[in-house]
């Protein structure tokens, strides 16, 4: 079927109508990695009462806005959204949605522009958490887009460079056996001007003692339980470059 987008809302998606019947008018449906103003064809994936979830299965007229997305794990990956328009048409987008959210919820009425201050279009996330899996085979990623599915990524884009370091250090560390089988997920908190990093690995009460062993630990901390979860902190000086 086609579709053609009205606008996008909070989370992303695509808003689109379902042609009227007799029951009357048409049903929502939301559509990822689309843009306001485009023409698609459409398959439906999901049925509510008030509402479909779709796929655009081709675009048939795109939006100006449009661009080929930088991340190699765009569309894959439930990271990011807005990656297939351009970073100002990405400021535009969070601003109309914040009207929006504002009129809807709150019946607050802004008169006035949003003043936008951007952070730059890439590399400046200074906090990343990621999965992490040991066996069979060792990998580090997100979740895969609109599932609970491990996607093993070498790269973030809008993380920080150090961040990324750490990101590659862990993979090589993977590749050689070295990290513990009880950590399921990894935390890097990078301070402001990128030069030291904090990391919080996610695991078993147990883990601590597997680290000490492998002699990983940096400015070691003692683990803190977190309900079903323990955590191990270290905070250490990082040179970039």
């Known amino acids: 079927m086609q579709l053609t987008i009205e606008k996008l809302v909070y989370g992303g998606d695509g808003l689109a109508r379902l042609p009227a019947d ?5 049903k929502a449906v939301f559509v990822p990695f689309v843009l306001e103003g485009e023409r698609i064809e459409a398959s439906l994936l999901e049925q509510k009462r008030g509402f479909a979830r779709g796929r655009a299965e081709m675009i048939l007229q795109a939006s100006s806005h449009r661009i080929e997305p930088h991340c190699p794990y765009f569309r894959s990956c439930g990271g990011c959204h807005y990656q297939h328009a351009s970073y100002e048409h990405q400021l535009e987008i969070k601003a109309a ?10 019946k607050l009425e802004l008169e006035t522009k949003i003043t936008i201050h951007p952070s730059p ?22 979740y895969k887009f609109g599932s609970h599915e ?30 513990p089988d009880q950590i399921h997920e990894i935390e890097f908190f990078a301070n402001a001007d990128d030069t030291q990093l904090l990391i919080e690995a996610f695991c078993e009460p ?25 955590s191990i902190r270290w905070g250490h000086p990082v040179r970039p470059g």
């Open 22 to 26: 007799e029951h009357g008018p048409g």
């Open 97 to 106: 949605i914040l009207k929006e959210t504002l009129r809807r919820i709150a």
């Open 121 to 142: 279009p890439w590399n400046y996330r200074n906090r990343t958490r990621l999965r992490l899996r040991t066996a069979p085979e060792f990998a580090l990623g997100y």
């Open 150 to 179: 491990l996607l093993p990524i070498e790269e973030c884009p809008v993380s920080s460079p150090l961040i990324n370091r750490a990101i590659a250090a862990f993979w090589q560390m993977g590749r050689e056996r070295t990290v």
């Open 206 to 230: 147990q883990t601590q003692a597997l680290w000490l062993e492998n002699g990983l630990t940096l400015r070691g901390a003692p683990c803190q339980k977190s309900q079903a979860s323990w």
